[in-house]
């Protein structure tokens, strides 16, 4: 079962600010998640899962599913972080029949992070590198959000964005490593790619401390990465729904 942390991830922490209610101090939410993702792998099939969700934020931290973010300087508009994120396995190409040797594990990975707000719009950016010796890669995200509410309990947000992996990472996220190639597999080195990607988000405030979170993202991918053996899509879609609540 591939959980499908990502879309899970960028829904709860682009609406999780608007509307939630809690005390001085930490502010703590739950929840759970229903998720479907496709696979690169596989060209027919998607995978459900079941997630749980929590969230603790302080006045300069928040450590959640993303992992921990420690604020280091803010302004009206800019905020500058230092982050230490885990690199969940959304997509093992292990689980798919005849790459069981392609099996993938969670990277730990360090670097910072920036927001800059103009307007109604939010632009993010962010640098990791592997210290957990597990792909040795590095990837730079950068997005533009917005969002609105359309009623008093509805809010929308739209997010666009592009992920710029290193050959490392990207060969690890789609490719097949030398040590890795055997029998009718070839090795594949997937080079440096820029993979864009769109996306929808929701939340519906039912109390105070309850709300229902939704979302679908949508990653297009380059014609390097769609080139590996083992890649079947050029587009890969995930979507979910939960509750949260927050206290």
Known sequence: MRPVFGIVLATVASLATTGDAHADGLKYTVGTMIGASQSPFESSSSDTSILPYFSIE????????????????ETENFTLSARLAPRWVSADPSDTPGLEQLKRDVALE????????FGQFTAGFEALKDISDTHDGMV????ISTGFGVTERLAVGVTAGVTWMDKNLATYSYGVRA???????????????????????ARYTLTDHVSLVGGAQIEFLPDNVTGSPI???DTVTSAMLGMRYAF
């Open 110 to 117: 360090a670097g910072l992070a920036a927001g800059l707000t």
């Open 140 to 143: 730079v995200s950068a997005a």
């Open 58 to 73: 302080g006045e300069q931290f928040k450590l959640d599913l993303s992992g921990l973010t420690y604020g280091l300087t």
């Open 179 to 201: 040590s890795e190639a055997g029998g009718s597999l070839a090795a594949y080195q997937v080079n440096a790619s820029l993979i864009p990607s769109i996306g929808v988000e």
């Open 231 to 233: 890649v079947q899509r």
